[in-house]
């Protein structure tokens, strides 16, 4: 039985795989992505935060790039590099986290909202509706400036005002799941909510949370970036607390251009590649969305 | 000389007795909107409580956090609560405050001593001008560019146009402002810098028309940052809207009526798929105004965005209070417009 | 009428068609061009018409019905690639420029589609609309296309105040009468029906039938009608020609084609719509397995073979062509080929004898 299942899903996965690979931006997004993020975790064999310190750095100050330090250094003399590859484990941790607690109050709530008919599910739409139309940014900074600004205010700053478009994405889809004659069979078996959400129903919304969650990565790391650099920081070595740097030193004045570029390049090469493999998966799972291209 | 047959179909019959006289659908069209206004003020009162619990969220003493380690003694700590009515019961705070804030009363700004609405009355000019400048060409642009791409879909102008929209969509708008005005404002290597990058008016700025001239030159970087990050998502929705319009049979139907081309497009595919695009433009909104906050902060352009930049960046939570609330109404008040617009231009959702 | 019709049987045979025709296809084909290469979606389609009568063209949906009907007024999108000859009244469709194309359309072709869907423009009045064509062609100042509009409205059995109205405020059968009105609104000599009334039920459906009807006989306008359903089309036209993968595979008087069809196929898409607008036969043609072969990997032989209740072994190599079966018939079966095999278990032998008796 489980032989069967297994064998199943891995034709599943296999043939998935072959619609995926036709996308080539999705492929080059994926090849991105994967390098980051392994990058990101082979980090700590190699440096530690002392990368990060005044103290310890003894470079030139705002030395351009140069063979010894290929991306130059900061106001103190730090390696951009080096930075770079440090801060990149907190903005994809912040990031990936955010992006997670975002899907997963969307999802909870959207499964609700769609499978409560009646005052309930209207209520949750209700709030839901109030939620999309705060302004993300403004309220994230208000609850960092109000939580203090530690790497999990942060993650839940972004979580607490991103969630509601996946609610609505959840809700349509559950609504769309339920009105299937199969889910009408299993209530008339006797399946209670438990069962008919679990079983049915989160099975068939899989495939779309996982481009959206995609896609809530990449927003996400531009929202952390945004807010690490309007000053509601982690006080960890990211992004965007060192484009905040660069702005709060002068860079742009100093003329040190790699200071600004460089961290920008390495958030605008992740989100674009979150971007690009979120379509693809998109357009691959979305059967709708593939007959319209 | 057929026989009217009208009375065979129920919406038919529906449809004549009330296509008659005009009022019928101007009541539907009131109704909607005076739904939509109660939401709207529900929305607003949400945000009023919610914003009032939210603060008494703050971990710590409120005048402790605001004094910033500033040295005070227990009376003057005492006083300062009894001013700000914190020795009172939560309830008769809850009351004092909603009472306060619908009389427009938003309290004072710790950092500038003065009251929090005066304040913001002064920035509300300049965010006014550039977040509208900005927006309209946002707007034109994204439309103009998102016609031409979405009419020959697939064409290269279309895949340039799509590869451009998903760049600028994954580009930090703080990061691009910063590039800007390296290359813009201060001038790279041997390339001086063209545009001014900070505030909104030079020091010594001259009066009459030079004035406005001063002003659109230091206008030119943060705007140009907000329409690069806003246009993109414009242009995909109005590309992808008129995607949809011209697989309609209308359209095709317009082609074999022996229009041409272009009048297909200008007086059928466009305006269909203008009405939903220009919607989503005005109920996304927010997005706008973040990235005000971002550009004003970045530039700084002394309008509310900065204001609540500063706000939370001191922080001063009065100031942030009471702009928080200002920015979260004004986006719920254009939400509510442009669902109501939408109702009345649209007739095909008239009538639903 | 009957009299050119009678004329039509002949000249339909006749490989040399007079200029007297109104319309002639002659060995039309259009192949799309997409990303994995070419499809043939009309493959070799030769018919006539004459002015007056009234062609139905059936089949399933992807038979290549409506891509033949939009080749005529050249709506298809631009990767569309249409071969053969075109001529309405004598004049190559494919030859002329853009301008004289666009001349030609509506005033002298117009098309008819399922108004109930998406045909009508969902946030105009559907007066502006109706009058549209007049003005783009120049026939009416904008007083004159008012007065043109409530007189068509009228034509159709709607008040005139409906002109005010948008497409919303319709029924799907008023709908479709504003259709018929708008396509009515040059005067053409030929109006192409696309599934004119699919979406409708039964009783609105029957009413728009009989209107055309009505209408086309008024004013002598052609018709070519387009539906999946053999019994609408037996219902409105003199002609019937059924199309199968791209092909016209078998063509004739409607009665005869409907009743008595000698390709197994339009005898499946017959037994599928035994009378008019009957709401349980509104699917897939009754008895009949499988689906329409994709057009990228077209069968051997007889494109139908793989579907066929009757077919032989040789339907899979066989190049079956259009072969006369009887006076002013013809269909694509090696049933009905000159040279028949003897076949035990056909009925066609029979069949022919009860015909030519």
């Known amino acids: ?293 | 000389m057929t026989t009217p047959l009208e009375t065979t179909e129920p919406a038919a019959a529906q449809a004549a007795a009330g296509a008659g006289d005009e009022r019928p659908a101007w009541r539907g069209t009131l109704r909607y909107a005076l739904a939509k206004a109660g939401g709207a003020l529900f929305s607003i009162a949400m945000v009023i409580v919610g914003t009032f619990f939210l603060f008494r969220l703050l971990p710590g003493d409120p005048v402790r956090n605001m004094a910033q380690g500033r040295n005070m003694t227990p009376a003057q700590l005492d006083l300062e609560r009894h001013r700000l009515g914190l020795d009172k019961s939560l309830i008769q705070q809850f009351f004092d405050f909603v009472g306060d804030t619908l009389r427009l009363d938003l309290g004072m700004s710790y950092e500038y001593k003065r009251p929090v609405l005066d304040l913001i009355g002064e920035r509300l000019g300049p965010t006014l001008l550039l977040a509208g400048t900005g927006l309209v060409i946002a707007v034109s642009l994204g439309i103009w560019q998102g016609t031409r791409a979405g009419w020959r879909h697939g064409s290269r102008f279309d895949r340039f146009s799509t590869a451009t929209s998903l760049l600028l969509w994954s580009v930090p708008t703080f990061w691009l402002g910063l590039l800007l005005m390296m290359v813009f404002g201060v001038g790279v290597g041997p390339i001086p810098g063209i545009f001014p990058f900070r505030g909104i008016e030079s020091v010594d700025a001259p009066d009459g028309f030079a004035y406005v001239l001063d002003v659109a030159s230091h206008m030119v970087l943060p705007c140009l940052t907000l329409v690069a990050v806003v246009y993109a998502q414009y242009l995909l929705v109005m590309r992808s809207s008129l995607v949809e319009e011209i697989s309609q049979d209308y359209v095709t139907v317009a082609r074999a009526k022996g229009l041409r081309d272009d009048e297909v497009r200008r007086r059928h595919a466009v305006p269909n798929a203008l009405l939903p695009t220009v919607t989503l433009v005005f109920m996304r909104i927010g997005f706008v105004v973040g990235g005000a906050v971002t550009v004003e902060t970045i530039y700084t352009w002394p309008g509310l965005g900065q204001l609540f930049y500063e706000a939370v960046s001191v922080p001063d939570f009065t100031l942030m209070q009471g702009t928080f609330m200002l920015i979260t109404v004004a986006v719920i008040v254009m939400n509510t417009l442009a669902d109501v617009a939408y109702h009345i231009l649209d007739p095909r959702v008239r009538s639903a | ?357």
């Open chain 1, 1 to 293: 039985m489980t032989s069967v299942a297994a064998a199943r899903r891995k034709l599943a996965l296999s043939r998935f795989w072959g619609e995926y690979r036709r996308h080539r931006a999705g492929v080059a997004g994926l090849v991105i992505l994967v390098a980051a993020v392994l990058l990101a975790l082979i980090a700590p064999l190699f440096i530690g935060d002392e990368v990060t310190s005044v103290v310890e750095s003894v470079g030139e100050k705002f030395a351009p790039p140069s063979l010894g330090e290929p991306f130059g250094t900061d106001e103190s003399g730090r390696s951009i590099l080096l930075m770079v590859w440090w801060g990149s484990r907190t903005s994809l941790l912040i990031g990936f986290l955010a992006a997670l607690l975002s899907i997963v109050i969307g999802l909870v709530l959207g499964v609700a909202a769609g499978h409560f008919r009646g005052w309930a599910g209207a209520a949750l739409m209700r709030v839901t509706d109030w939620f999309l139309v705060l302004p993300s940014l403004v309220t994230a900074l208000v609850l960092a400036a109000i939580l203090g600004g530690s790497t999990w205010t942060i993650i839940m700053a972004i979580g607490i005002t991103t969630w509601p478009s996946t609610a609505r994405l959840i809700r349509a889809q559950t609504l769309a799941v339920e009105a299937r004659p199969y889910i009408e069979r299993s209530k008339a078996l006797g399946g209670g909510h438990w069962h008919i959400t679990t079983r049915h129903v989160l099975p068939n919304v899989a495939p779309l949370l996982l481009a959206s969650t995609t896609l809530e990565v990449a927003s996400a790391i531009v929202t952390e970036s945004t807010l690490a650099f309007l000053g509601a920081s982690s006080n960890r070595t990211s992004w965007g607390t060192m484009l905040r740097a660069s702005y709060d030193f002068g860079a742009a004045t100093q003329g040190a251009w790699w200071y600004i570029l460089i961290p920008g390049l390495a958030i605008l090469a992740v989100v674009m590649a979150f971007t690009l493999v979120g379509r693809a998966l998109e357009a691959v799972l979305n059967p709708r969305l593939r007959r319209a291209a």
């Open chain 3, 1 to 357: 009428m009957t009299e050119q019709a009678q004329e039509g049987r002949v000249t339909e045979h006749d490989e040399a068609t007079r200029p007297v025709s109104l319309l002639e296809l002659d060995d039309v084909s259009v192949t799309y061009r997409i990303a994995s290469g070419e499809v043939p979606a009309v493959r070799g389609v030769s018919l006539t018409l004459d002015s007056g009568a009234a062609l139905g063209v059936a089949g399933e949906s992807g038979s290549g019905k409506s891509t033949l009907a939009m080749a005529l007024l050249r709506l298809l999108p631009r990767d569309a690639r249409v071969g053969g000859r075109i001529l309405l009244d004598g004049e190559d469709v494919l030859a002329m420029k853009w301008g004289r194309m666009r001349a030609v359309r509506w005033a002298e072709a117009s098309i008819v589609f399922q108004g109930a869907q998406h045909g009508l423009n969902p946030v105009r009045r559907i007066g502006d609309q109706i009058a549209e064509p007049l003005l783009v062609h120049g026939l009416a100042k904008p007083d004159a296309a008012r007065k043109r509009v409530a007189e068509l409205l009228d034509q159709v059995g709607l008040p005139a105040w409906r002109a005010r109205s948008y497409p919303h405020e319709l029924s799907g059968g008023q709908r479709q009468r504003v259709m018929i009105a708008m396509a009515l609104a040059c005067s053409p000599r030929l109006i192409i029906a696309d599934e004119p009334t699919t979406a409708l039920d039964v009783m609105v459906q029957a009413q728009v039938l009989s209107l055309i009807k009505e209408l086309i006989a008024e004013h002598g306008i052609s018709l070519i009608m387009i539906s999946h359903d053999l019994s609408v089309l037996a219902d409105v036209c003199d002609r019937l020609a059924v199309m199968y993968a791209g092909r016209v595979v078998e063509h004739g008087p409607s009665a005869e084609v409907f009743h008595k069809a000698e390709h197994p196929y339009s005898r499946a898409l017959a037994a599928a719509f035994p009378t008019v607008g009957d709401p349980v036969s509104r699917m897939a043609p009754k008895g009949l397995g499988g689906d329409p072969p994709d057009p990228m990997q077209l069968p051997g032989g007889c494109s139908f073979h793989p579907r066929c209740p009757v077919a032989l072994d040789e339907c899979s190599t066989l190049d079956v062509q259009l072969w006369p079966a009887g006076p002013a018939r013809a269909a694509a079966c090696v049933h009905v080929r000159p040279t028949a095999p003897s076949d035990p278990e056909q009925d066609v032998e029979a069949k022919k004898e009860e015909e030519s008796s």
